[in-house]
Structures are given as C-alpha cells and as structure tokens.
C-alpha cells in the first residue's frame, strides 16, 4: 500500500503510461519500476544502480502478485462453485453437476468450470483484436466487482 501511494508521488502518468509498449497487463509493473528508479535517484545512486533498484521493485510486485494469485486462484476454483451446487435447489441443475465425490466435492462442476476458463484464455490467447478488447472488459469487470462492495463499506 505504501508503494502505490507513493507511486502517486513520483509518477509523470503521461510520460510512464503513454508509451506504447504499456498496457493493461503490465502497467503495475512499469509504475512500480518508476517508483524504484525514482527513489533510487533521490538517493543518488547512478543510473544502472537506480535501474536495479525499480527491477528489485518490480520483481517484488510481481511475486506478491503471485503469491496473491495462488492464493486466490485456490479460493476461486473451489468456493464459488461448491457454494453455487450446495446452495442450488437440486432440482435447478443436472444431477451429474451436485454429485459429490467421495471427497464431498462436485468434481463434475469443477470439471465444466476449468473447461470454460480453458475456453476462455484460448479465445483471449488466439482470438486478436476483438479477444483483447474482450479480455479489457472482463478485466475491468473483475476490478468494479472486486471493488464495489469495499465503496459500500466505506460509506456505511
């Protein structure tokens, strides 16, 4: 949290952000380096010496990012669907989707659900223009959800 309010500080969003080579996936990543190049110019360092400090930045975001995405991913794969086929009435989905396993999960689900995300990251991966576009909206999408009910927090 304190690396991106400072990145707020030591940004020039238009010089950073409007190269061409940034986009929506590695945006985070092009900041948090500014942030360390930054900083490692406030405190005198050479060039090079400041560079490295924005890479060390940089690869910190990214390992928190995926250690955040692990532990999300984990999450995601088995509570919303378990949730969905355990608090269904039977009689809404086929019976082979709130079949349990002998572990007490719906393998079934779980198996349609990593079909549609396979599906979807083939469609994002070789669909072109139109997929990217796609894949913006659903990224977008993910950010409002994720943050709409902490602005409901907030203002109760």
Same mark, same amino acid.
């Given at each position: 949290i304190v690396m991106i309010v400072m990145c707020g500080f030591s940004t020039n969003w238009?010089?950073?952000?409007? *190269?061409s080579n940034v986009n929506l996936a590695n945006c985070e990543y092009v900041i948090i380096n500014n942030l360390g190049v930054e900083i490692g110019k406030a405190f005198g360092m050479s060039?090079? %010496?400041?560079q490295g400090i924005g890479l060390a930045f940089a690869h910190f975001a990214g390992l928190t990012d995926v250690l955040a995405g692990i532990g999300g991913a984990f999450m995601m794969i088995y509570s919303p669907i378990k949730s969905f086929v355990l608090g269904c009435d039977t009689h809404l989905l086929p019976k082979k989707l709130t079949k349990l396993n002998d *572990? %007490?999960?719906p393998a079934n689900a779980m198996w349609l659900q990593a079909v549609v995300v396979i599906a979807i990251i083939l469609f994002v991966a070789f669909g072109g223009d139109a997929a990217s576009t =796609? =894949?913006?909206v659903l990224t977008d999408m993910m950010n409002v959800s994720s943050a709409a009910p902490y602005l409901f927090l907030i203002g109760a």
């Open positions: 238009s010089h950073v952000l409007g *190269k060039a090079s %010496g400041a *572990k %007490g999960m =796609f =894949f913006t």
